[in-house]
């Protein structure tokens, strides 16, 4: 790649022609459950705590956009820039693949893979390289940009798996419970009535048959404590199952041309940087999505709780 920007415009536009093959190696049913190997080991326990941070992640980035809106352009800056969701391997591992395969990147096989080390290899060589070089002092802000803009790509697949799991515990809730659950917290009523109905059936002194028949007319009163550990329990267990809800995510994104057109809009970002052509940077809009989904779960959940 050169300063001309119509050399640019070619070292792009074949960063755009190799996403097909990027996608159908790495996000196809395959190729998603070869990445979520790295899922197997500390991304459990990132999972619940993201999960958590996901929330203030929307609150910062539209604080962010208020004070764009506001020309108050440091301030939005600075806020964009807050790295909220802890990095999963399954992430890295997504990045890795972004920046050698689609961006050429000389990254070390061996060795730290941390933020600086990535910066250091985005500068150091490799047509992106050269052209971030051109951009002389710039170079080192410009490469830790589009490391955000990479690393906010990687977010959009934990916020579908989010949204995955959101969909699952909404059928699960419609088929067991006929009843809406579109969230771990709307489902734990239903399950925790179900654990104490059992439980009272199965310990009722004339048997299990007539305990049927007498909790039957007589429900079982569900003590607050066991709805809050059900609350808990079941936000690790959707916590775990959307670690790997990517698996099944992944290959419907990449069936419907989801993952292809977010690249895109990747590799324009990226492009808009080293171009010094005016834009906003990839913004990832999948999180709020995900935040309609417990607002949905925190209403059902309130006006259960005021019926009584």
Known sequence: MSENPTDNSAWFAERRARIEAIVARHFSLAGSLRLHRAALGADILRAPINIALAPVLVTVRLLAGLCALIRLPRAASWLAARPILLRSAVSARVETILLHELFEVPLRTNGPQDR???????????????????????????????????????????????????????????????????????????VAAAVSQNTAVANFPLGATLGGVWYGVFPVAVPPWLVALTVLGLVCLGAVVATFAGVLAD????????????????????????????????VAREHYIVRVFDLWDAVISALRILRG
Request: aromatic share 4%; proline share 6%.
């Open 116 to 190: 600086g080390t990535r910066v250091a290899a985005l500068c150091g060589g490799g047509p992106l390289g050269q052209a971030l070089a051109a951009r002389g002092e710039a170079a080192p802000d410009l490469a830790r940009q589009i490391l955000r803009d990479i690393g906010e790509y990687t977010s959009t697949r934990a916020a579908m798996a989010e949204v995955t799991t959101a969909l699952f515990t909404l059928i699960a809730g419609g088929l067991v419970f006929q009843a809406l659950t579109p969230g771990m917290i709307s489902m734990a009523p239903g």
């Open 251 to 282: 290959p419907v994104q990449a069936r419907l041309g989801i993952h292809r057109r977010r690249l895109n809009r990747l590799v324009d970002a990226v492009e808009g940087l080293v171009s010094a052509a005016p834009g906003r940077g990839f």
